[in-house]
């Protein structure tokens, strides 16, 4: 009988650790849940980003955009890559983070596809001057493909929207279901 109670107590104090050990795993996700959805919000209300959770991805269209026939970060969008790169870096640890470049439909299609993978790369490299680990960075350029205002460019009004990147996140394993419930949560 003393050794069933003894080997009663000590279950009962293996599942009491292990629950207390479960509700602060619990806690810690909702806490990271909630710093999560509070930035991607930031990055929604303060810069217009459009976010869309798909699955294992988060597609990001920040507004950063180019001038006509350049691949220069612009001081105007800097602040945004900013809050990109601290929140890549605070939740998308180990994703990988592919930057889709673009062009408006002036000049060739071997020109825009060089000048949109510039433009990628620029940003990447600004990304890593922000902390982010260029070894989870991805580069592509889609030219003048993908347009958001087909007919706009050079300077014709709305071009600039055609001159931009796209942030797709690739998050690693296990982490879509809880990037997919901060996105609806957040909605």
Known sequence: MDEQRVALESE??????????LRTDVNGLRTDLNAL?????????????????MEDQVKFA?????????AAVRQQDQAALEKFAQVANAH???????????ADPAGSQAY??????????AVRDYLVSKGIDGAQLRTVGYGKTRLVRPNAQAGAEGAELNRRVT??????????????AAMTASH
């Open 62 to 70: 920040m507004p950063v955009h180019f001038g006509f026939d350049d």
């Open 92 to 102: 998308y640890k180990g994703a990988t983070i592919t930057i889709e470049g673009f």
């Open 12 to 21: 009962r104090t293996a599942r009491e650790g292990g629950d207390a050990a």
């Open 112 to 121: 825009n596809l060089r000048l949109s993978r510039e433009r990628a790369n």
């Open 167 to 180: 942030f797709v996140v690739e998050t690693p394993a296990g982490a879509g279901s809880a990037t997919v």
């Open 37 to 53: 959805r509070n930035d991607l919000g930031t990055l929604r209300n303060e810069f217009g980003a459009r976010i869309t959770a």
